[in-house]
């Protein structure tokens, strides 16, 4: 019986996921499903092999939450954070090596918040502050050492 609830659940589930051949996106931007309408659900996207690409989240045509970018290799390579469709929260990216190598904040689909820039030995490059979109603070650039080289203020 509990094999038989949890196989249900499961068709369920993926029977409310996309894959990437049956959504559209418009030319006003919004994701649409077979039958013409703004989908709302979970997608994916799989590499030729089958590894997981992408995965996110589409309310009523706009992507909505987290979506997860992944190499072929199947380590992760971005982290995005949307908010009805606007870029809003904290991004990260990973090189194929698994080295975390950037880290941005978005507010309403503007830069807004800590950025950060790493080289692929995780050494950091750049430390950058945006408010509203516009450059803000001190920004710091470091060598490939990690001495800082440089610092300009933009307040």
């Not at 019986?1 to 659940?9: A, K, P």
């Not at 995965?55 to 045509?61: D, H, R, S």
């Not at 706009?62 to 290799?73: A, H, K, P, T």
């Not at 990216?93 to 830069?111: L, S």
Request: hydrophobic share 30%.
């Amino acid at each position: 019986m509990r094999t038989f609830f949890i196989t249900g659940f499961l068709i369920a589930f993926f029977s409310l996921c996309a894959t990437g051949q049956d959504l559209t996106k418009g030319d006003d931007g919004l994701f649409y499903g077979a039958d013409n309408k703004p989908y709302s659900g979970a997608y994916q996207e799989y590499y030729p092999d089958g590894q997981l690409r992408t995965l996110m989240n589409i309310v009523n045509g706009l992507i909505d939450g987290e979506v997860q970018l992944y190499f072929s290799n199947g380590l992760q390579n971005e982290i995005r954070s949307y908010k009805e469709g606007e870029m809003h929260g904290q991004w990260t990216t990973w090189n194929e090596q698994g080295q975390k190598i950037a880290e941005a904040e978005y507010y309403e689909g503007q830069k807004h918040g800590k950025w950060y820039v790493w080289n692929e030995e995780g050494v950091l490059l750049y430390d950058m502050t945006y408010h509203q979109g516009s450059r803000s603070g001190t920004w710091k650039m470091y060598d490939k050492n990690g001495t800082l080289i440089s610092e300009k203020d933009f307040d």
